[in-house]
């Protein structure tokens, strides 16, 4: 069974320029989630997706930071205009079914994001 | 916040067993002990969750105590590969049970 994929691996940006980055779920899986993690920090909830829909972006600067998952599959995160302390690694994960207190989350190698 | 507390580091002897404790006095009865993992350069990687009896899977054996308040993770040979962020997660439902990472414990398996 193929795992959560992410693309680009790597990418450095500098700032007030924008970047997206891309995931695949695990074939199946109805729940996405997109965390942050800062060097040194546990990875932090940006988002969670169920299907195409939104269930949890409290933890999400919206003034900068967007997500999309049209057709309940894939998805982007966009960042736009970037910061220095945007600078992270963004991961992806994916589950079977939503927020259960026993639903698995199966996470992507993530994204390295430098802003210079 | 996270709801577990863990030592910042450990070191363990490769083909010994590494023990990881993880307190949470807080824990409410139908919560959730998880554990994940994260070595260098990946994402987090589950191991191993339970909420009364211990729990034994091909990775890692997880024993809780009887009073629930702390956890014990026991990867019983551990190796080289082991080295890594150990994250215990207590799976809160006032938060729509979301993982809350914590900083972990960094495990260090040494030859």
């Known amino acids: 069974e193929a795992g959560v994929a992410q693309s680009p691996r790597y990418k450095i940006i500098e700032k007030r320029q924008s970047v997206a980055f891309w995931c695949n779920p695990i074939?199946?899986?109805?729940?996405l989630y997109w965390y942050q993690q800062i060097l040194g920090q546990g990875p932090k909830l940006l988002i969670q997706f169920q299907n195409n829909g939104v269930v949890d972006d409290s933890q999400l600067p919206k003034d900068r930071f967007s997500a999309e998952r049209l057709k309940g599959v894939d998805s982007t995160l966009k960042i736009q205009p970037a910061k220095l302390e945007d600078s992270a690694v963004y991961l992806c994960a994916s589950s079977l079914t939503r927020g259960q207190s026993t639903d698995t989350q199966y996470f992507g190698p993530g994204t390295r994001l430098t802003v210079l | 916040d996270a709801k577990t507390t863990q030592p910042t580091s450990m070191d363990c002897a490769e083909g010994r067993a590494a023990n990881l404790p993880c307190n949470h006095s807080t824990i409410s009865g139908n919560e959730y002990v998880y554990w994940y993992r994260q070595i260098h350069s990946q994402g987090p990687q589950y191991i191993i969750h339970?909420?009364?009896n211990n729990e034994t899977n091909e990775m890692a054996s997880l024993i809780i105590t009887e009073d629930r308040k702390s956890s014990t993770l026991i990867l019983p040979h551990a190796t080289l590969r082991d080295t890594a962020v150990y994250y215990c997660?207590?799976?809160?439902?006032?938060?729509?049970?979301?993982?809350?990472f914590g900083a972990g414990t960094i495990l260090r398996v040494k030859s």
């Open positions: 074939s199946g899986h109805a729940t």
């Open positions: 997660i207590v799976r809160v439902m006032e938060y729509g049970n979301k993982l809350v």
């Open positions: 339970g909420l009364k």
